[in-house]
T-cell receptor
Framework: SQELEQSPQSLIVQEGKNLTINCTSS?????LYWYKQKYGEGLIFLMM???GGEEKSHEKITAKLDEKKQQSSLHITASQPSHAGIYLCGAYGSNYQLIWGAGTKLIIKP | DTAVSQTPKYLVTQMGNDKSIKCEQN?????MYWYKQDSKKFLKIMFSYNNKELIINETVPNRFSPKSPDKAHLNLHINSLELGDSAVYFCASSQAGGGFSYNSPLHFGNGTRLTVT
């Protein structure tokens, strides 16, 4: 069955530094979503990517979907404490079921 | 003005009890979901309803029974609770019809942390 692999599993970054989180599938992805989860809260929708090569930005967060539509990266520029949380990618696979990565835990050191 | 709200936020109960979690969305969405997030943070789909009709029912013990009185509500009832049921349960909704839509992200509630002792 198709799976989404996220890397790294966890990340500790000094405040102000840039970072990248990856989401990889062995098969083509359709409708790739990035979400953020804070402890005790639900998942907050960040961005959706659909087309190969697509790139979207929101404030200091940029997400890209590669041309083959098998990998997406989430890049945060000049990280802030408010960026801390768990980032999850979700996507529709070839069987039209929504699948999820295991999440990347991001800690920002002041 | 909460879009997807679920209650209670925390639920602590003993093995063997029956409990319910309620979910309501005010987004006018057609599809609602229940997800289970385990200790490793994996999100697993349990059920999906579209306009009050069950469209996804993953391999979930039949102790779990969803009920959708109308398309804005999807409640989850759990009978004979077991230790392994301890997890965070998330309700979500989307505009998707038929269970999926590439253009329709899910909107999640804040989760219900269930602890079975």
């Amino acid at each position: 069955s198709q799976e989404l692999e996220q890397s790294p599993q966890s990340l500790i970054v000094q405040e102000g530094k840039n970072l990248t989180i990856n989401c990889t599938s062995s098969k083509t992805l359709y409708g790739l979503y990035w979400y953020k989860q804070k402890y005790g809260e639900g998942l907050i929708f960040l961005m959706m990517l659909q087309k190969g090569g697509e790139e979207k930005s929101h404030e200091k967060i940029t997400a890209k979907l590669d041309e083959k539509k098998q990998q997406s990266s989430l890049h945060i520029t000049a990280s802030q404490p408010s960026h801390a949380g768990i980032y999850l990618c979700g996507a529709y696979g070839s069987n039209y079921q929504l699948i999820w990565g295991a999440g990347t835990k991001l800690i920002i050191k002041p | 003005d909460t879009a997807v709200s679920q209650t209670p936020k925390y639920l602590v109960t003993q093995m063997g009890n029956d409990k319910s979690i309620k979910c309501e969305q005010n987004l006018g969405h057609d599809t609602m979901y229940w997800y289970k997030q385990d200790s490793k943070k994996f999100l697993k789909i349990m059920f999906s309803y579209n306009n009050k009709e069950l469209i996804i029912n993953e391999t979930v013990p039949n102790r779990f029974s969803p009920k959708s009185p109308d398309k804005a509500h999807l409640n989850l009832h759990i009978n004979s609770l077991e230790l392994g049921d301890s997890a965070v349960y998330f309700c979500a909704s989307s505009q998707a019809g038929g269970g999926f839509s590439y253009n329709s992200p899910l909107h999640f509630g804040n989760g219900t942390r269930l602890t079975v002792t």
